[in-house]
């Protein structure tokens, strides 16, 4: 008899745990069953702590400024993939994924660029604003109203012809931009370079009033090198304000005057 009882008992356990199991799986399949989009949530990544867009700017990229209004609309007419390619051609979204969650939510994650250097140009004998930054991929994108990135000044006559550094040519200059923005020292000090024509490089300092002649953007490891023993024996020992020009351009040469 008590043999019976444990048996009855341990079928009753099993039995209950299917019970669970189905309305789970009920439950589930009701709520991922939701026909219409309940609301949207917007997951934004930031830039050095700060954000280029709001949620607001997300949400008028998809809806078209409101046009094309997604909440409570069908998900049967919901095509994620044409509004991932709508988001996507906004220059301030780098990357961007849509999916749904169980309760009906549309989920929106969005990546933003992340800028090397800020691109200006000249007119008219005043330096104006083009409204660009350039990207870690090489890509130029429009300044934002909400932040400004405390990146370098990028000027010169190169970019009128070059509207884009994502390429082989480019890769190069692409790289000393990334070297300044990954090394803390480097990004600290260098405040504005200057490409001119023929791709040589002309930078100047935060401290200092001299510039500093880096010709092509090649051979960084040792270009840096002898830059970094002018700053910390030539400039400390001399005055930061002794020379008007420090050259690193010539192999095994340095040229303070």
Same mark, same amino acid.
């Given at each position: 008899m008590f043999s019976t009882f444990k048996s009855s008992k341990k079928w009753l356990l099993v039995f209950g745990g299917l019970l669970s199991l189905l309305g789970?799986?009920?439950?589930?399949?009701?709520?991922?069953?939701?026909?219409?989009?309940?609301?949207?949530?917007?997951?934004?990544?930031?830039?050095?702590?700060h954000r280029f867009l709001t949620r607001k700017d997300v949400m008028g990229y998809l809806t078209k400024e409101g046009t094309d209004p997604i909440v409570s609309k069908d998900y049967a007419e919901v095509d994620f993939r044409q509004l991932e390619k709508?988001?996507?051609?906004?220059?301030?979204?780098?990357n961007c994924q849509i999916s749904r969650d169980l309760k009906g939510n549309m989920l929106v994650v969005v990546e933003q660029p992340r800028p090397l250097a800020r691109l200006m140009v000249a007119g008219d004998g005043i330096r104006t604003v083009l409204?660009?930054? =350039?990207? +870690?991929? &090489?890509?130029?994108?429009?300044?934002?109203?909400?932040?400004?990135? /405390?990146?370098?000044?990028? !000027?010169?006559?190169?970019?009128?012809?070059?509207?884009s550094l994502a390429s082989e040519r480019n890769q190069p200059l692409l790289d000393l931009l990334k070297r300044i923005h990954d090394d803390p020292?480097?990004?600290?000090?260098?405040?504005?370079?200057? =490409?001119? +024509?023929? &791709?040589?490089?002309?930078?100047?300092?935060?401290?200092?009033?001299? /510039?500093?002649?880096?010709? !092509?953007?090649?051979?960084?490891?040792?270009?840096?090198?002898?830059?970094?023993?002018?700053?910390?024996?030539?400039?400390?020992?001399?005055?930061?304000?002794?020379?008007?020009?420090?050259?690193?351009?010539?192999?095994?040469?340095?040229?303070?005057?």
């Amino acid at each position: 008899m008590f043999s019976t009882f444990k048996s009855s008992k341990k079928w009753l356990l099993v039995f209950g745990g299917l019970l669970s199991l189905l309305g789970l799986i009920a439950f589930t399949e009701i709520r991922h069953g939701q026909k219409h989009v309940r609301t949207v949530i917007i997951q934004l990544d930031q830039v050095d702590g700060h954000r280029f867009l709001t949620r607001k700017d997300v949400m008028g990229y998809l809806t078209k400024e409101g046009t094309d209004p997604i909440v409570s609309k069908d998900y049967a007419e919901v095509d994620f993939r044409q509004l991932e390619k709508r988001l996507k051609q906004h220059g301030l979204v780098k990357n961007c994924q849509i999916s749904r969650d169980l309760k009906g939510n549309m989920l929106v994650v969005v990546e933003q660029p992340r800028p090397l250097a800020r691109l200006m140009v000249a007119g008219d004998g005043i330096r104006t604003v083009l409204g660009q930054y =350039v990207s +870690e991929e &090489g890509r130029f994108f429009p300044i934002s109203m909400n932040y400004s990135a /405390r990146v370098p000044v990028l !000027t010169g006559k190169y970019f009128v012809q070059n509207r884009s550094l994502a390429s082989e040519r480019n890769q190069p200059l692409l790289d000393l931009l990334k070297r300044i923005h990954d090394d803390p020292f480097w990004r600290a000090q260098i405040a504005e370079l200057s =490409v001119d +024509e023929q &791709g040589e490089v002309t930078m100047w300092p935060e401290m200092g009033n001299h /510039r500093i002649e880096f010709g !092509t953007p090649t051979e960084l490891d040792a270009k840096f090198r002898k830059l970094k023993l002018v700053y910390t024996d030539v400039l400390p020992a001399k005055g930061w304000d002794r020379y008007s020009r420090v050259s690193v351009q010539y192999r095994n040469q340095i040229v303070c005057e």
